[in-house]
């Protein structure tokens, strides 16, 4: 079963906008990470962000994390058309190797 | 490229049949984990092997089993495939067993049971 979920499902926005996604889990965790997917292919490890970061920055990537909230969000700023793809967040668990994977936000970046 | 390789890239089977699909991971990866992806849907963890030795499993049931070789390769088997077995098969490997290492991704096996 899905850890959590991802809002929004779907994001449109035009190329140089910011586009942000948020990412809300069940369980508590000891990271949580940002993979990216073009066209179903596979997934791309974008960002981690462990129990005790609060925020995270790497290139036009920022992410955040509330655990007392248990949610976080992903930020891409100055958009591009390459950037679309489908965005999942995923959460590793106290104790556990498995990523659990939340169902996406499906981004396209309208030229 | 994350140096993770996959094969076959498509493959068909019917109801019934029995299918091996194949993973190649990184060099010193000795961490091997494999999710399924349903159309639409996020991956879901399937199991993981370290060392050839099954490592954690998901909710799926035993007619998927694995194999993980020296060399680095794994192998996911799937007997008595049934028409919701269809989806993209990921593997991924990792340095270690700990969670927090990133898993690096193959592109993986698109898998269609009629």
């Known amino acids: 079963s899905q850890q959590g979920e991802e809002d929004p499902q779907a994001l449109s926005i035009q190329e140089g906008e910011n586009a942000t996604m948020n990412c809300s889990y069940k369980?508590?965790?000891?990271?949580l990470q940002w993979y990216r997917q073009n066209s179903g292919r596979g997934l791309v490890h974008l960002i981690l962000?462990?129990?005790?970061?609060r925020e995270k920055h790497s290139g036009r990537l920022r992410v955040t994390l509330d655990t007392s909230k248990k949610s976080s969000s992903l930020l891409i700023t100055a958009s591009r058309a390459a950037d679309t793809a489908s965005y999942f967040c995923?959460?590793?668990?106290?104790?556990?190797?498995?990523?659990?994977f939340g169902q996406g936000t499906r981004l396209t970046i309208n030229p | 490229e994350t140096g993770v390789t996959q094969s076959p890239t498509h493959l068909i089977k019917t109801r019934g049949q029995q299918v091996t699909l194949r993973c190649s991971s990184q060099?010193?990866?000795?961490?091997v984990s494999w999710y399924q992806q349903a159309l639409g849907q996020g991956p879901q963890f399937i199991f993981q092997?370290?060392?050839?030795?099954?490592?954690g499993r998901g909710n799926f049931p035993p007619r998927f089993s694995g194999l993980q070789f020296p060399n680095y390769s794994s192998e996911l088997n799937v007997n008595a495939l049934e028409l919701d077995d269809s989806a993209l098969y990921l593997c991924?490997?990792?340095?270690?067993?700990?969670?927090?290492?990133?898993?690096?991704f193959g592109p993986g096996t698109r898998l269609l049971v009629l």
């Open positions: 991924a490997s990792s340095a270690s067993l700990a969670g927090v290492e990133t898993q690096y």
């Open positions: 369980t508590s965790i000891n990271n």
């Open positions: 962000i462990r129990s005790n970061e």
């Open positions: 995923a959460t590793v668990g106290q104790g556990a190797q498995k990523l659990v």
């Open positions: 060099s010193g990866h000795n961490t």
């Open positions: 092997y370290y060392r050839e030795e099954e490592n």
